[in-house]
């Protein structure tokens, strides 16, 4: 008789005619479990920890014995050996069954492995399993990621436009799969884009994340203490007619009731130089196409070219014209020539969204068209999504202009520059108690001062946890309240909690590259660094010219991959290496390099007489005990 486990849904064995076969579901997904893994063979105690976590091994290998003892009597009443248990093992004969998502990854034409896929991903995968294991929800966690990625492939495999009406709804099934998984991906929110390919669907996506966006501030009571909701209410600002800046007196002053946006022309920094005529062309394109937006009002190409050539007078043209935010393009590649833009607002500096664009000249002729609607429409929507957090922060001028002060200092991370930055935000709360970026901030003295110390203290993270939750009593609607509650809960070893608040930051500022930086630091401590590294790397691309922390997690991350050099490579990049010598220390001694590894040790020992490996350890973060055995095995090779 032929068996199958399925999956995706509910957990069920079924024989071939798909009738219900009894079987106990921890055996069901101990199947599931080693189907995944190398021989399909696991030891006994890996697989107690897989059904029951491993708190305590006993009670879990005793659990196990009598599993084990039911699965042999049903395997008896079936005469059927899926599991095979030896005194140290249990494996699986593969050839004895099939499972619904071990053929995924097909072979063939893009369409049909898309249907199989859009079919199977409509149900969860294991989502109504009673199973309360860390380690089943990490691996249940990375099969989801898997089968989403999987996804992303075989849509972005197919070509388009298609023809038949059925492969059309596949089209949308498999699209809005995939942006409920990775709703803040900008390479399938494009690709959603060309997909729909019209207005009422572009609108419907953009209501989907707003009402996503609803529901997670409504849901807030997981990660936010007592279940607070913002005391703050978001005025909408009225709606004018978009103009340009030709049609305004040049001796404007004050914020306009709508931003003000210009393009700057592109700069060459590729080997073609027709590129610059294209490009420049296509910021035109893109500029007239913001006249479709009535949220926003754009400088008038001419000026922008002017101002464009003019950099020593570009910020007293912004501050005088009262630009908020600045669309910023440049010309990158050799062999395939692209344009790299990048949004930012102007008051802070900060990047708010950034995206590459190919300009070859098949996909610039036959997407000329498309390009200016996508950059027009992503940036339409940053702005006002960003305008909607930020209405508020001019209440108080003077500390507004107190935390910009204490912003700068909390940029470069020394101890005497966290204790001026917090002395600053004290200053701008004690004008506005409850201004949630003050509060966000001084939370984030703190955590870096726990981690710049080195000393364990719990205070401090106290501290730190404590502003970040006035922070999002607040506002609730703001990224960084969040953020810095994440990260002082990571640093306690509270992990879900953390990746909770982390999740919801990002989804609230879904380009802010330091958010982004963060939440892969996160992943980081709860040793899935792959994730990460993918995050890392996207927080760098928004950032480029990034600051200590982001290469600092880049490093961490691959040190955890075992990745050594390319961990040293990213440490050499920072502008104060010394703030990650432990880690360079370790990378050094996995690297067989005592010599260097011992020049930096000795450097810590200056720094910090008292440090102590376990001690250390003890107080770091990691979730799973692997990553920080990698960690000690590096420092005691080093001679700490």
Known sequence: MAFIVETFGRLRLADAEGNDIAF??????????LLTLDKNAAHRTMAADFLWGNEDKAVSLSNLRKTISRIKARQDQLGAQFLIFTDTAVSLDPASLTADFTDLPLPGDAMPRLAKLTKAMSHPFLGQVNCQSGVFETWQKDQIYRHSGL??????????????TEDWEILRKAGLLVFRDEPKDSDILRLLLEIFDAQEEVDYIRDYIERRKSSISRGLEAVAPNGTNG??????????ANDG??????????????????????????????????AASLIEDITIGFCAFNSLQVIAPHSAVQIGHQNEDQSAFFERHSV??????????????????????????????AERFSLSQADLLRDRRVISRRVA????????????????LELNPAAYHQYLVGKQYLGRLTLPNLRRARKEMRAALKATPDFAPALSSTARTYSKEWLLTARGDMELLKSAEEF?????????????????????????????????AMEVAETLSPHYADVIADHADTLVHCSRPGMALQKIERAIELNPLSPDPYLWTAAGANYALGEFSASLD????MSDPSLADRLAAASWAMLGNKDKARVLVRRVREANPNFDVDKWLSAVPSKEQWHKDLYREGLKKAGF
């Not at 005391?231 to 004018?240: G, M, N």
């Open 468 to 500: 970040a939750t006035k922070s999002i009593e607040a506002r609730n609607d703001l990224a960084d309240g969040y953020r810095e509650f994440g990260v002082a809960k990571l640093l306690q070893g509270a992990f879900d909690e953390s990746a909770e």
């Open 231 to 240: 005391q703050h209410k978001v005025e909408a600002r009225p709606v004018a």
């Open 151 to 164: 996804l992303q492939d075989a849509l972005k495999a197919v070509s388009l436009p298609v023809e038949s």
């Open 570 to 573: 990213y440490i050499s990049q």
């Open 377 to 392: 429409l992503s940036v339409s929507s940053e702005i006002e999504r960003h305008e909607a957090t930020r209405s508020y």
């Open 245 to 278: 800046i030709d049609a305004l007196p040049l001796n404007k002053i004050g914020r306009p009731a709508i931003p003000r946006l210009v393009l700057l022309p592109p700069r060459n920094l590729s080997s073609n130089p027709q590129s610059i005529l294209i």
């Open 24 to 33: 106990p579901e921890k055996g069901l997904l101990l199947i599931a479990y």
């Open 324 to 353: 908020n935010y600045v669309l910023d393009t440049q010309i990158t590649g050799f062999d395939e020539v692209k344009l790299f833009a990048q949004l930012i607002f102007f008051d802070d500096n900060q990047i708010v969204w």
